[in-house]
Structures are given as C-alpha cells and as structure tokens.
C-alpha cells in the first residue's frame, strides 16, 4: 500500500488530499489481460448466478494483487 505525497500534493494543488484511492478502469485491464495468452486462457467466465457472501469474499481475496509502481 502506498500514499500520497503529501508535500507534492500540497505544492501543486495548494491542498491535502484525504483518503485517496486508485483504480485502473476494468476495460484497459481486461484488454490488458486478453493481450497476454498463458493470462487469456485462464480468464474465467463472469458468472451471473447468485453466491454467497463468503464465496464472495473468498473469490475477491484470492483475485488480489499487490501492484508496484515505480
């Protein structure tokens, strides 16, 4: 997990940012994937039935990455 940096926030805005959060829009990310084909072959179909909460919670967990930007 990382932060913004504060005193560069400051600098360029005049203000300090709360809570700042960062996403990657899901269709750069899907075409993303789609390009890599050992990624491709092991995308799963969404799946438009109901599940429970846990199962949920547990697709979500192993589905995450730590992503490094330098």
Known sequence: ???LNQKAAIATSGTLAQNVNY??????LLSF??????VAAKLK???AKERKFED???????????????
């Open 33 to 38: 994937l789609e390009s890599l084909p050992e």
């Open 23 to 28: 996403a990657v829009k899901s269709s750069y």
């Open 1 to 3: 997990m990382t932060t």
């Open 56 to 70: 949920v919670v547990k697709s979500a967990e192993q589905a995450t990455v730590l992503v490094l930007v330098y």
């Open 45 to 47: 179909e969404p799946s």
